[in-house]
């Protein structure tokens, strides 16, 4: 069959929103100096991606998830008057960490110390000889965390005081996650890598489609064509540290029995979940500083990069489903297309564990982003941005 | 083959060879039994349940999925593996075993189905 395929045209991005084309300096990518200013100046002072509203399903459920580069566990909690909160995993006595558990439905939470024991609303409920200490118990309640919600999405901000709302941090981006079938979902599947490798270099990867024909020469799939062998996007867009590209998908490309039937099916579900209406040419949505989601209907995944250490990290991608899987066929389908990922991007974390062994050499006193690298350029210069700004209030004595 | 013995729903008898390998009940075990399993046996799981996926999914369907008895979870089971394997042999072909290498560094440790 012939298929008219309409010609790709690549967006011109030179010297694209003003970032200049120089090249890149390579230290950043494995300094364990400019990790420690990374820590600062954007972990302990941004909105973070840390969960899913569908992991507290109802009142009385907690979660507690490791920020690994604030040295932080994080203890979330669903209240009876269905509120999101968030604290430091962290007893108030004497710093023990209070759960051990990843989840589970719990409404208050004994130390395994000495038995103080705190409400899922963080209040200090009982400690026991109470009388004997010279601090009130209204002031021993677990320290906060700021928490909000954007597209069924939980952020949490370590600042104890962050400098703006998570709506205003998001700008035009929570529009645009709000249209993805992660604002909707209400289950997901996970998986997860460790990666001997910095956060920038790992997230980088996925920011360009440079190297899919090298390193996915097999599973590309409608990711590259012929008028389109690189499989650049269609277009670009820069949204205050935030970024986004538009998918470009070969509507040609070959599909194999299996595939073709477990993607077809999901199309299909789509239209029952409601995600019918969502574009052809899927939206790729980056948030700063480590979290990107892709709002496509066969594949719609968050990809979020937690830093360890300068070269080290640990990637948790999930894919949002709304509903239920409440059919084999549905099961079947939303299983192929998680092993799809799988298959992926395995070939992409070796290529980045690669990658970093050459950089952490230091033989490189630069690396070079092409035009179509833009989106890894405008990420490098947020990260820049933010680290000369924490610089400045160092040396800067009021 | 007697019916009490059946390990799979009546007119899937074929997929018998490969239960004790495929019939795997997490999406993990499904995806590390696919990098392990030699070419040749892969192939053959393929060969044998391809054919068969439209029949057990249409099946499979008339009964919701919490409702599965042994030998319709088996199935399940089975076909879940096939989507597995199927990246293997239809996408990855002769970049398989380069593919397993990688591939092995990563941990499938949720899939929808086994949502709370
Ligand atoms: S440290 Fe928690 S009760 Fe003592
Ligand atoms: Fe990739």
């Known amino acids: ?181 992660v604002a909707k979902a209400t289950t997901f599947s996970e998986y997860v890598y460790d990666i001997d490798a910095n956060w920038k270099l790992t997230y980088d990867n996925f920011q360009e489609n440079y190297h899919l024909r090298v390193v996915h020469p097999d599973t590309s799939g409608a990711g590259i064509g012929p008028d389109n062998p690189f499989g650049y996007p269609l277009s670009f867009g820069f949204f205050g540290p935030h970024r986004s590209q538009t998918i470009w998908l070969n509507p040609a490309a070959t599909v194999e029995p299996i595939q073709g039937m477990a993607y077809g099916k999901l199309a299909e579900f789509a239209v029952g979940e409601g995600l019918g209406g969502l574009p052809a040419n899927p939206a790729y949505l980056a948030l700063f500083p480590n979290f990107f989601m892709l709002g496509s209907i066969g594949t719609p995944f968050s990809h979020t990069v937690m830093p360890i250490s300068a070269t080290r990290s640990r990637g948790v991608i999930r894919f949002y489903w709304v509903g239920d899987d409440d059919s084999a066929s549905k099961r079947f389908a939303r299983e192929y297309s998680t092993a799809a990922g799988v298959d992926i991007h395995s070939e992409d974390r070796a290529i980045i564990e690669a990658g970093q062994q050459g950089l952490n050499s230091g033989a490189l006193k630069h690396i070079h982003f092409q035009e179509q690298e833009v989106l890894l350029r405008h990420f490098f210069q947020t990260v820049m941005d933010h680290v000369d700004a924490y610089r400045a209030t160092l040396s800067d004595p009021s | 083959m007697s019916g009490a013995d059946q390990r799979l729903p009546p007119g899937f008898e074929a997929l018998d060879p490969y239960v004790d390998t495929w019939a795997l009940e997490t999406a993990d075990q499904r995806a590390k039994q696919r990098l392990v399993t030699p070419e040749a046996e892969r192939t053959a799981f393929y060969e044998a349940a391809k054919p068969l996926l439209t029949k057990a999914l249409g099946f499979l369907d008339g009964k919701p999925i919490g409702q599965f008895d042994e030998r319709e979870a088996r199935l399940m089971d089975l076909m879940l593996s096939l989507a597995h394997v199927s990246l293997a042999v239809e996408v990855q072909r002769a970049n398989e075993a380069k593919h397993a290498q990688g591939a092995k560094h990563i941990t499938i440790v949720r899939s929808a189905a086994a949502a709370p």
């Not at chain 1, 209240?79 to 962290?90: E, K, P, Y």
């Not at chain 1, 558990?101 to 130390?111: I, K, P, Y």
């Not at chain 1, 209040?123 to 118990?137: G, I, K, Q, W």
């Open chain 1, 1 to 181: 069959m012939n298929v008219q395929v309409p010609q790709f045209l690549r967006s011109d991005a030179t010297d694209m929103a003003g970032l200049g084309t120089s090249p890149i300096p390579a230290e950043p990518y494995y300094r364990p100096e400019f990790f420690e200013l990374e820590r600062e100046a954007i972990f302990r002072r941004t909105w973070l991606q840390i969960g899913h509203v569908s992991e507290l399903p109802r009142p009385g459920t907690f979660i507690v998830r490791p920020v690994e580069v604030a040295n932080a566990s994080v203890l979330l909690t669903r209240g009876r008057d269905g509120a999101i909160r968030a604290f430091h995993n962290v007893c108030t006595h004497r710093g023990t960490q209070l759960v051990s558990e990843a989840e589970g439905a719990r409404t208050s939470f004994t130390c395994p110390y000495h038995a103080w024991t705190f409400g899922n609303d963080g209040e200090l409920r009982a400690a026991p000889d109470a009388e004997r200490f010279y601090v009130d118990t209204a002031d021993c309640a677990l320290k906060k965390i700021a928490v909000d919600v954007c597209a069924g999405l939980i952020f949490i901000n370590l600042a104890p005081s962050p400098k703006e709302s998570l709506r205003e941090f998001l700008g035009e981006m929570a529009e645009q996650l709000e249209a993805l079938p």
